[in-house]
């Protein structure tokens, strides 16, 4: 018993399901299939992004440009299909996706080659890719009426029951946990967070490996741009304004450690889901969506204590060591 | 975050002297940053050099400068607040609230001051007292505060502060010396002396190096640390106040993203973001050219999201210049 509540993932599905009982006791119909599934894909972009900020939180990273990121692929998917909306769609989210790798990759660049310290980085890259959209936007909105019908169906196209905006966020989820699991690569991520010095001795790159990881967080982004900017049907400047903060809640909700080296992809999932349910839940029981954010940031602090108390607990202590590093 | 470097490290054979250490300095290489700006503002407005432009110009940093303060110490111990901006947004908040319930003046003065220290106490006990990383606390606290703000406004506004209130934000101590910047000039004093002539900024600064030492020398390290957090969210306080009473009105979004502009001025003033160095006179520095640079693009009639876009230039390339440079040198010595 002690063993299951000390394991974040299943932690987490109680505590989503003890939240969707509550819920159902006020408003019965919020648990039905059809109304889950749409609870599931409006977390889909969170659950991308997070997917993204997990492997650079693993490597002791932080990408804080990450919405900002998002906004500006969105802005040149935006902007690609305004001026040519005959170019197939799969051509604007490749290109979107490889903008955001690029994107990624001056974050990573910048962390690997100059060792200048991430949250540095990513905070000054957050405001030149903010401003670089109002640079390339002036400021103008692009709206429903300048994007092709093709652009905006994509997302909501149903297949199998479910919108293509969902079915893309399982493929990430799977594609993400096969690369954790299953690559050198994945398992690098791990070893440069839980021990750099030792991931250099077992012959790992520590920059390379935090570059890709900026690179895989980037691409992720470049795509949530595009479903972003397509599944609200506007692009401006300040979209996603503050979304970073959402991705990297759902890391800390999901057990991910903000110290490197600990989490998994269920957790990130289960983070993001644990935030998606609560915003969709808001209006429903009638509380003020002005709530939503107290409440997130009470869940952050909770879910950081719960964290700090199960790392905490890791084998003996063999050599006598003062708290905290 | 703070991690040891994987490199060698190497120690000089002799020491420079007091002199070349001064001229190598980050703060001379900002003075010399501040001045080139000012000279090329001054070229490039006919406007710029009036003294009362100027006085004006000084709005545009006081109140973050003096949350910069009490951030450099926070930074150089090796923690984080990232939780400053909505510390603004509660306490206007409650000052506003106070307001519809008849507060006067000081009254005002006391419920924005307070409001800010227990959101700093929050953010400490959270950090010493539960041992949590800085960073997603005040991640954490972020939220809550401005959420805070949020369930008691909405989109709601408070207005009608008292005419007297508006001496904070609005009032001049002498001909174009505003009441904030004399406060600017009182607190850039006050925290240089505390982390320059004090033992508690030695132990700020001996935390931030090797907090197991600190702690094995006898540092009241979680004392220290939560001091620290308080006094941020005392300058919080006092920021609060300076900008609602400039603003006379308080809304849940006031003061949005000025987390990322406190702590780009302090990185900018050449304190290390992984802690144990800095001086507070590079953060005075430091704010003046983040002040005059925005505000010789003003005059310039340039978007204020550009200028963003200039200051996280500015962030990322005085971090990763000198680190260059000190590579291009090691290459030609070999």
Redo the contacts between chains.
Sequence with gaps: MAKILKNREILLVIAIAALLVAITLRFPGFVAPANLARVYNDTSILIILALGQMAVILT???DLSMAANLALCGMVAAMINAAFPGVPIPLVILVVVALGALLGSINGL?VWK????????T??????Y???I??LSN?AWINAHQMSDAFKALPRAPLAGLPVLSWLSVLAIAAVYLLMTRTPVGRAFFAVGGN??AA?YTGID?GRTRFLAYCLSGALAGLSGYLWVSRYAVAY?DIAAGFE?DI??AC?IGGIS??GGIGSVPGAVLGALFLGVIKNALPVVNI?P?????????V??IA??VN?RTEKRKGRVILK????? | ????R?SPRVIPDRLQSRGSRVLKSWESLLLVVAVLIFTINSFASPYFLDPWNLSDATFNFTEKAMIAFAMALVIISGE?DLSVASIIALSSTAMGLAVTMGADTPMLVVVGLGTGLLCGAVNGL?ITG????S???T??????????S??I???QAFTGYPASFAYFGQGYVWWVFSFEFALFVLFALIYSVLLHKTNFGRAVYAIGNN??AA??SGVRVGRVKFILFLLTGLMAGIASICLTSRLGSTR?SIALGVE?EV??MV?LGGVS??GGSGTIPGVVLAAFIMGMVTFGFGLLNV?G??M??F???L??SV??LP??WARARRRVAH
């Design positions: 002791r990273c932080i910048l100059l060792d200048i310290p991430p949250i540095v980085v905070l000054g890259t957050l405001t030149i903010r401003g670089t109002f640079l400021g750099p010095h250099v520590v400047v903060l990297i809640a800390v903000i110290a003020s002005f709530a939503q954010l107290a409440i997130s940031g009470t952050i602090i950081v204590a700090a060591k003062a708290e905290a590093v | 975050m703070a991690e040891a994987l984080i959270l539960l041992g949590l990383p960073i997603v606390v991640i954490g606290t972020m939220s809550l505060f401005r959420g805070l949020f369930i406004l909405g989109d907090q197991t702690l094995f849940p990322l702590v780009t990185v973001i992984l978007p999201i550009v963003s876009i200051i996280g230039v962030l990322i971090i990763a680190i260059l």
